[in-house]
């Protein structure tokens, strides 16, 4: 007789905490909006493009085929993707480049060699597998004119870093590797992904102190752009609308396959491009760049610093939100603002960066940079 009071009593508390868990759900949906940015009347250049970096298709371990995923990223709107199949390289996913629903499909490999991961953009099909050594399958990716990214280089299959440095750009953030690690933590937002994926999203996110930290540290030495990385193997349709690369083009993307690939692939080279935590807000029209007299230069450049010379760094953030905008130098934060226009007079040579911070309500974590720009190099100034 004693066991059932009880056992009732426990049912009444569970079916209570159920109640207030589902109200609070609830509640934190409801309240959840992205935040849009106001339609940029600026017509270009620079031509700014959304894409999604680093995707698995079922000529590796993705879920889906490309035409499949190619579909899913119009609903987004995206204007291009980027394939990186595992392989040494791999064919089949190379050979699906094209314009597909009106998205621009790119495609490179995701090796295995010596250190880790590494990505291969870009190049043409070589003779031979690339090698297993990490830094030679980085110059055989160059030979063949590519260019190559570190994959996610504290989670997984960790890199180990040697004493030179000879690959292109680093993955700052790799949401593959946040899910996974932050599963158990972010489980009470797990029913999100049936109604708003970006909320769960969003909550597996933490900052990625050792990567940034790690970053700022490779480029004391020839550039390194950083890549914001969905590594999707599914979820395709909930990670496209968080995880984003904006892409600066001097002119409107071509309808031209090749013309468009050699567009987006020469920004990224070039680092003139910025990265987005898209859910937490509508990222389009940011901009940072640096002036010297009269010429402008955008993100990824790297001039020389004259102190004699009117050089001034300058960002625009004119979103209908509010937001803290970071100037970062060599790793140390030099600046911090709200305003939406910012100019910045640098005294001295260094790698400066931007990170923007969103200020009011989002499920994102105030200390988790929602924009990443890639940096301006501003050198020695060589007489």
């Known amino acids: 007789m004693n066991g059932k009071p009880k056992k009732k009593w426990i049912l009444k508390v569970f079916v209570f905490l159920l109640a207030l868990y589902l109200i609070w759900l609830a509640a934190l949906l409801l309240r959840y909006r992205q935040p849009q940015a106001k339609p940029s009347e600026r017509e270009g250049p620079p031509f700014e493009i959304q894409g999604v970096y680093h995707i698995h298709t079922t000529f590796s371990d993705g879920q889906k085929p490309p ?22 390289p791999n064919l089949a996913c190379v050979a ?14 995701e090796l295995s060699v010596s250190r880790g ?22 110059r055989e990716v160059e030979a063949c004119a590519g260019f190559s990214v570190i994959a996610h280089p504290f989670s997984k299959v960790r890199w180990s870093w040697g004493k030179t440095f000879e690959f292109s750009g680093l993955e700052i953030i790799d949401s593959d590797t946040m899910i996974k690690r ?20 969003l909550k597996t996110l933490e ?15 020839p550039p390194v752009y950083g890549y914001i990385s969905a590594d999707a193997h599914l979820f395709y349709s909930g990670l496209f609308s968080c995880f984003r690369l904006h892409v600066l083009l001097q002119e409107p993307l071509s309808h031209d396959f090749e013309t468009a690939k050699a567009q987006v692939f020469g920004a990224l080279r070039q680092g003139r491009f910025y990265n987005a935590i898209e859910a937490a807000g509508s990222a389009r029209g940011f901009l940072f760049w640096v002036e010297r007299g009269q010429a402008k230069f955008p993100m990824g450049s790297a001039i020389p610093f004259d102190p004699r010379a009117q050089v001034k760094l300058r960002v ?17 934060t030099i600046l911090s603002s709200e305003k939406r226009e910012i100019s910045l007079t640098p005294e001295r040579p260094g790698v400066y960066r931007v990170e923007i911070y969103l200020q009011g309500w989002s499920p994102l974590a105030r200390n988790i940079p929602w924009i990443i ?5 501003l050198s020695e100034d060589e007489k």
Do not use: C, M
């Not at 900052?207 to 030495?221: G, M, S, V, Y």
């Not at 625009?316 to 140390?332: A, C, H, M, S």
């Open 182 to 201: 932050n599963f158990f933590s972010s489980l009470l937002y797990l029913p999100a992904v049936l109604v708003k994926p970006g909320l769960y999203l």
């Open 207 to 221: 900052r990625p102190t050792q990567t940034l930290r790690k970053w700022d540290e490779l480029n004391a030495q």
């Open 117 to 138: 991961h590494l990505v291969a953009l870009d190049f043409n099909l070589p003779s031979a597998p690339f090698s297993q050594n990490a830094e030679q399958a980085a």
């Open 373 to 377: 720009s890639n940096p301006i190099f």
């Open 67 to 88: 035409d499949k995923i190619a579909e899913i990223a119009s609903r987004k709107p995206l204007s291009f993707i980027i394939l990186t199949d595992h392989g040494n």
């Open 96 to 109: 699906a480049q094209g314009w597909k629903d009106k998205v621009l499909v790119l495609a490179g490999s």
């Open 316 to 332: 625009k953030t004119l979103f209908p939100f509010k937001v803290k905008t970071l100037f970062i130098r060599n790793g140390e």
